[in-house]
Every structure is written in structure tokens, then in C-alpha cells.
């Protein structure tokens, strides 16, 4: 989706009138044509460490348990995988395969989401590993969401096969 949507950034007008002159741009962003221009990459993390750190923690505690619970799963599949047990198998899974792109975005390099040093650039031409990954995302979260959309109206249905919608919401608020 994000590939085929993909917004047309421009830069804006840039002064023709300064190209010969000597810019100094901040850290962080290169003269072109006589503007400043963000550099892909130059993220500051000075002030977000803790935060990324956290991150990295939870991440790595979920794929340890998704391969813990997946592990357990492969040993009771005869449990484990018939209705609706497999929702939960397979939403451990899926969280599993985020986390693992989680931690290869935090440990990753620039290179993987830089097709550019201009950061317009990068907006207009993403990499690899951002196409794969935005894709993988998109599956995921909203393969869950009619997972579960699915299991409450099979509940509902389970429920409520046979009686007056009064007499259902009864039995669905005392459960």
C-alpha cells in the first residue's frame, strides 16, 4: 500500500541566486544548491537512548516467548492447533516476526532504510528492507484484526445459535 501511495516529495523552489555562494549548513545537514538539506541517517539519538534500549528489551523478551510458546505448541499441537486455539498460535507468531523486525531496525545500520545521504531522497525511494518490511507490517496487523473479528462473531454465533437477541444478550453478560 505504502509502495503504490507513496507521496511525491518535492524539496521546494530552490535559490538558483546562492549556488555559488559558501554555505555552512548545521550538523546534521549538507548544502545543495544553496540550501540546507536534511541528511538520511543523522538521527540524534542523545536524548532517546533510554527509550531505545527499553524497546530493544521488549522486543527481545517477546520473541524469546513466542519461541517458547511456539516450541510448546509444536508439542501439544493436538491441542494447540484446532479452533481457537491456532488464533493464539498464530497471533504469537505474527508478534514473533514483528519483533524480529523491531530488532533488526534498532541494531540495523543506516544502509538499511538510507537509499540516500538527502532524506527527500529516501522519502521519494525507500529501500529494500523498508518496502519488505512495511509490507510484512501491514499483513500482520491486519491479518490479526480479522482474526479476532472472526473469532468474536464465531463466539456470538456459538452462543447465540437458536435464541431471541434479548434472550443472547442475556446469555453473552452473564458469560
Not at 28 to 36: D, K, L, P
Not at 51 to 63: D, E, G, K, Q, R
Not at 115 to 138: K, P, Q
Not at 151 to 169: E, F
Request: charged share 10%; proline share 2%.
Amino acid at each position: 500500500i505504502f509502495v503504490i501511495f507513496s507521496p511525491d516529495v518535492s524539496v521546494g523552489p530552490i535559490l538558483e541566486d546562492y549556488s555559488n555562494s559558501s554555505l555552512t549548513c548545521n550538523e546534521g545537514f549538507f548544502a545543495m544548491n544553496g540550501s540546507c538539506l536534511p541528511q538520511c541517517g543523522t538521527l540524534d539519538i542523545g536524548s532517546t537512548r533510554m527509550f531505545l534500549h527499553v524497546f530493544l528489551a521488549v522486543n527481545i523478551l517477546t520473541v524469546v516467548t513466542a519461541a517458547i510458546f511456539l516450541l510448546v505448541a509444536v508439542i501439544k499441537r493436538k491441542k494447540l492447533f484446532t479452533f481457537p486455539s491456532f488464533f493464539l498460535v498464530y497471533t504469537v507468531l505474527l508478534y514473533g516476526v514483528s519483533s524480529v523486525f523491531n530488532i533488526t531496525s534498532i541494531a540495523g545500520s543506516t544502509t538499511l532504510f538510507c537509499s540516500s545521504s538527502n532524506l527527500f531522497d529516501v522519502y521519494a525511494d525507500s529501500t529494500v528492507y523498508c518496502t519488505i518490511r512495511g509490507i510484512v507490517e501491514d499483513y500482520i496487523f491486519v491479518s490479526i484484526s480479522i482474526a479476532v473479528v472472526c473469532h468474536s462473531i464465531t463466539i456470538y454465533m456459538g452462543v447465540c445459535s437458536g435464541l431471541t437477541s434479548r434472550r443472547c444478550a442475556r446469555e453473552l453478560s452473564s458469560n
